[in-house]
């Protein structure tokens, strides 16, 4: 990462990634269930919250990724 922002400005996400804001309000009833690179599950009261990034068709290894 730091090769490539001292190479050039950034543009979007060029290394994917998720993530999940929640308000101060909720942050007392949010539990993190599992995070990773390319997804994010959290709950939130009776409410099951999943994140998932799914690379776009210009990546080499994307169905391996989704598999």
Do not use: K, W
């Amino acid at each position: 990462m730091c090769s490539a922002v001292e190479s050039s400005v950034l543009y979007g996400r060029p290394f994917g990634g998720v993530t999940i804001h929640s308000s101060n309000q909720l942050q007392s009833h949010t539990q993190l269930v599992f995070a990773s690179d390319r997804y994010v599950v959290a709950i939130n009261g009776d409410l099951l919250i999943v994140n998932v990034y799914l690379p776009c068709a210009g990546t080499d290894d994307r169905l391996f990724i989704v598999d």
